[in-house]
């Protein structure tokens, strides 16, 4: 059997969160959507995708994340994984994170 995963697109805190979850249903409370098992790259990399370790650490505790219906834009079910983002609202442009207090950096 074909395993799949979804893709979610959703709004959130003035930004477009991409994230993939292997469960996605309507949740228990009205007029939310549930994710469950959310998936984030789990290979050891020598380079790091700052907004994917981002997202990991934000959703680190998370075991079930409900979207209210009005934030979802899309649910895919996909075959394979792509990568997780953040994208600005209103120009769609990948929004890359940054460390504020980086070495070399004078506070």
């Known amino acids: 059997m074909k395993s799949f995963m979804y893709k979610l697109v959703f709004y959130n805190h003035g930004k477009v969160y991409e994230l993939f979850a292997e469960q996605v249903e309507s949740s228990h409370l009205y ?3 549930e994710a469950r098992k959310l998936i ?6 020598v380079v790091v995708d700052p907004t994917e370790e981002r997202l990991r650490e934000e959703f680190s505790d998370t075991e079930a ?3 209210p ?4 834009i899309r649910i895919e079910r996909v075959a394979r994984r792509g990568n997780c983002v953040i994208r600005d ?3 769609g442009d990948k929004v890359t994170v940054l460390p504020l207090d980086g070495p070399g950096r004078r506070g």
């Open 31 to 33: 007029g939310f959507v």
């Open 89 to 91: 609202r209103k120009t």
């Open 65 to 67: 994340l409900m979207l």
């Open 69 to 72: 219906l009005q934030s979802v």
């Open 40 to 45: 984030f790259d789990s290979s050891a990399k």
